[in-house]
């Protein structure tokens, strides 16, 4: 089977070390903008090496403050996030027709609902892509639209009918996970990711108020700890835990 690559050999594994099948496709599931962004490094080294990369983004007028969203409706926070995300992925070099927005049900905070009109919507992307690999936050976290990704996206890919890998993503906001591949990155990518998190600036200027650092330097601090427990040799690192269905 042409994943098999990804099988657990019960050891960490470098993704810049496996040899990739020609022809993958990769679907990014992202409760928020910004989440594509925040394992930007990977999904370019995989595009780089060939795989073709989509985004599905849900749409979202959640993380922005009161302040800087003064006198906006929860359309326009939902538009200019939408915008962020554009420019962003555009930066990233994502061909347009690979990125589309869902406009799926969100709770009162706006925040993705784990609910089946959901899982419908995204049983349609998914079957509509085909993808080789899935990437979705990881379900063990503070966050809810990362639960209710999570928990969507494993029970569609328990019905698929080919083979799947769902890659879950160590996020700031995960509690626990294992980690079976990780990517280690340098300054360079460092300074790339940066720019490409800066182009969220409603969540860049939420987080210098709130945390006192970027949400840029947030992701990096968390890479920086990743690599640091990895004992790896560059300074930065992305980890994930692969669950294999079909």
């Not at 995989?46 to 403050?65: F, K, M, W």
């Not at 360079?188 to 210098?208: I, M, P, T, V, Y």
Request: proline fraction near 4%.
């Amino acid at each position: 089977m042409k994943l098999d690559f990804l099988r657990s050999t019960g050891k960490m594994r470098d993704l810049r070390q496996l040899d990739w099948p020609a022809g993958l496709r990769v679907l990014v599931l992202a409760p928020h903008p910004d989440d594509f962004d925040a394992i930007g490094v990977t999904l370019k080294y995989l595009h780089e090496a060939g795989l073709a990369i989509y985004a599905a983004v849900c749409v979202t007028g959640s993380g922005i403050d009161e302040e800087y969203g003064a006198g906006m409706s929860i359309e326009e926070k939902r538009a200019l996030r939408i915008k962020e995300q554009i420019d962003s992925l555009r930066f990233f070099g994502l061909p347009e027709d690979h990125l589309r927005f869902l406009y799926l049900n969100n709770a009162e905070d706006e925040q993705l609902a784990d609910d089946p009109e959901n899982e419908l919507a995204l049983k349609g992307v998914v079957k509509e892509i085909r993808p080789d690999l899935v990437f979705s936050p990881h379900g063990n976290d503070t966050n809810r639209a990362h639960r209710a990704m999570c928990a969507l996206v494993s029970r569609i890919a328990e019905g698929v009918d080919w083979p799947l890998a769902l890659m879950l993503n160590r996020d700031a906001k995960t509690l626990d996970m294992r980690t079976d591949f990780y990517l280690t990155f340098g300054e360079a990518d460092a300074e790339w990711k940066g720019q490409l998190l800066r182009f969220h600036d409603s969540q860049q200027q939420r987080n210098l108020k709130t945390r006192g650092h970027g949400f840029d330097d947030r992701v990096l601090d968390l890479n920086r700890a990743i690599a640091k427990e990895l004992q790896a040799t560059r300074p930065y690192a992305a980890a994930y835990e692969v669950r294999i269905f079909g």
